[in-house]
């Protein structure tokens, strides 16, 4: 079956430290892989998306991925975090090929906290 | 305006009641999801519809129906709400394969 995991629950930092949440995925082909953030009684917000190319892939708010094929994992980072990037992170994929429906398959979500 | 509208924000309803939660999106996007969100299990597809004619079951859909009334409207329909419902909710549009989902706020829906 087609899955995508982020073994954390939750993952804490302090401000100025750098930062990584972690995703693997389990699909065939392929697929496009995308973060989201979501942010307390808000919707989920694009952050970056790798389709093609350079495995390192930047997006909003100073965070990058880094796509690894062979670990089939496309973990997020970011250099210094803020306190203001507390939030919930989703990563996604678009599996690719024949029946596959354009929709996104969704992690379980990783709660970050960034502590002053 | 925001691009994906969902209403309402907040529901509080019944055992066995019907409700409707609303869609509608100004991207001219084909392609819109209906997805609810439980804590600790991510987002889960109830349903999604490429165009007013082409509706198509997600992983959930057993206690939900779906009405696409125009390519920028796409409603959630509970026909007899039950508690493990109370979720929130939701909804998607998309261009293509290549780019993600705008979602909308979201409805928090409470079912008791």
């Known amino acids: 079956a087609q899955s995508v995991a982020q073994p954390e629950d939750q993952v804490n930092v302090a401000e100025g430290n750098p930062l990584t949440v972690k995703c693997t995925y389990s699909v065939s082909g392929n697929p496009y892989l995308f973060w989201y953030v979501q942010y307390p009684n808000r919707g989920l917000q694009f952050l970056l998306k790798?389709?093609?190319?350079?495995?390192l892939v930047k997006g909003s708010y100073g965070f990058e991925a880094e796509f690894n094929k062979s670990q089939t994992s496309f973990h997020l980072k970011k250099p210094s975090a803020l306190v203001s990037d507390s939030a919930l992170y989703f990563c996604a994929v678009s599996p690719f090929g024949v029946g596959n429906t354009g929709k996104l398959i969704f992690g379980q979500g990783t709660t970050l906290q960034v502590k002053p | 305006d925001a691009d994906v509208t969902q209403t309402p924000r907040n529901r509080i309803t019944k055992t066995g009641k019907r409700i409707m939660l609303e869609c509608s999106q100004t991207?001219?996007?084909?392609?819109m999801y209906w997805y609810r969100q439980d804590p600790g299990l991510g987002l889960q597809l109830i349903y999604y519809?490429?165009?007013?004619?082409?509706?198509n079951k997600g992983e959930i859909s057993d206690g939900y129906s779906v009405s696409r009334q125009a390519q920028a409207k796409f409603s959630l329909s509970l026909e007899s709400a039950i508690p493990n419902q109370t979720a929130l909710y939701f909804c998607?549009?998309?261009?293509?394969?290549?780019?993600?989902?705008?979602f909308g706020s979201g409805t928090r829906l409470t079912v008791v």
């Open positions: 991207k001219g996007h084909d392609r």
């Open positions: 790798y389709i093609t190319g350079d495995n």
């Open positions: 998607a549009t998309r261009m293509d394969r290549v780019n993600g989902y705008t």
């Open positions: 519809s490429f165009d007013v004619k082409d509706i």
